[in-house]
C-alpha cells in the first residue's frame, strides 16, 4: 500500500546534538512538507519541497535544515541552532497535479534532554 | 499574511448537543479549505473539503461545513455530537496553485461528555 513512513516513532537526543528525521513516501507525490506540531499551536510549517532538489522555507523554519535529493525522501534535520527542539514532527506529502490529495505520516515524537 | 484563526480553544458539549467550530482565514487568492480530525493517539484524518463549487461540504461522519466567502469563514457544523467526536479539529488552508502547503489553524479541543 501506498504512504508516508515516519521513523522512529520515538526520538531521544541529547541537547547540543543534531537530530535527523526520517520520511519517506511512495506515492509518487511530488511535493513533500514538514510540520511541527505543539499543544495548542497547531501544526506549523517548518519547510517543504515541490520538486527534487529544491525546498522552500514555511514559518518556523530557523533551527532546521532538509534536503530533497530524491522524489521519495524529504528527511528534516534538528539542528543545535534550534532552542526548544522537544516537539511532535510530521510529514505530508502531495500531488502537484491535484492540489487536495495530502498524505500524512504517523509522525515523530522528539525529545530532548 | 497567510493565517488561520480558530475561535474556540476548548469546547465541552453534551451528547446529542449541536456543535458548531468556528474558522476564519488570511489568504490572497483562491482557496481551498479543509477540516482535519485528530481523535486521542491517533493520525490526522480528514474530515471534509472544500475546493469549488456548492460551498456547503458533506464530509465524514455526520460533519458538514459551509465557505461563506464573504466572511472569509468556513465553519464546521453537526447536529448532534457523540462522545466519539472527541477530539481535536484543525481548520487548514492553502491556495489553488499546486503544491501550495496548508496553513492550519491552533486547533478546538471537543469534549463530550455522555
Known amino acids: 500500500d501506498g504512504g508516508i513512513t515516519q521513523s522512529p516513532k520515538y526520538l531521544f537526543r541529547k541537547e547540543g546534538q543534531n537530530v535527523t528525521l526520517s520520511c519517506e513516501q511512495n506515492?509518487?507525490?511530488?511535493?513533500m512538507y514538514w510540520y511541527r506540531q505543539d499543544p495548542g499551536q497547531g501544526l506549523r510549517l517548518i519547510y517543504y519541497?515541490?520538486?527534487?532538489?529544491?525546498?522552500q522555507k514555511g514559518d518556523i523554519a530557523e533551527g532546521y535544515s532538509v534536503s530533497r535529493e530524491k522524489k521519495e525522501s524529504f528527511p528534516l534535520t534538528v539542528t543545535s541552532a534550534q532552542k526548544n527542539p522537544t516537539a511532535f514532527y510530521l510529514c505530508?506529502?502531495?500531488?502537484?497535479?491535484?492540489?487536495?490529495?495530502?498524505?500524512f505520516g504517523s509522525g515523530t515524537r522528539l525529545t530532548v534532554v | 499574511a497567510q493565517s488561520v484563526s480558530q475561535h474556540n480553544h476548548h469546547v465541552i458539549l453534551s451528547e446529542a448537543a449541536s456543535l458548531e467550530l468556528g474558522c476564519n482565514y488570511s489568504?490572497?487568492?483562491?482557496?481551498?479549505l479543509f477540516w482535519y480530525v485528530q481523535y486521542p493517539g491517533q493520525h490526522l484524518q480528514l474530515l471534509l473539503k472544500?475546493?469549488?463549487?456548492?460551498?456547503l461540504v458533506k464530509g465524514i461522519k455526520g460533519f458538514e461545513a459551509e465557505f461563506i466567502k464573504s466572511k472569509f469563514s468556513f465553519n464546521l457544523r453537526k447536529p448532534s455530537v457523540q462522545w466519539s467526536d472527541t477530539a481535536e479539529y484543525f481548520c487548514?488552508?492553502?491556495?489553488?496553485?499546486?503544491?501550495?502547503?496548508?496553513?492550519f489553524g491552533k486547533g478546538t479541543t471537543l469534549s463530550v461528555s455522555s
Open positions: 519541497s515541490q520538486i527534487v532538489n529544491d525546498f
Open positions: 472544500y475546493f469549488s463549487g456548492d460551498p
Open positions: 505530508a506529502s502531495s500531488s502537484v497535479t491535484t492540489n487536495y490529495g495530502y498524505t
Open positions: 506515492l509518487n507525490h511530488d511535493a
Open positions: 489568504y490572497g487568492g483562491t482557496v481551498n
Open positions: 487548514a488552508v492553502n491556495g489553488h496553485q499546486a503544491g501550495t502547503a496548508l496553513i
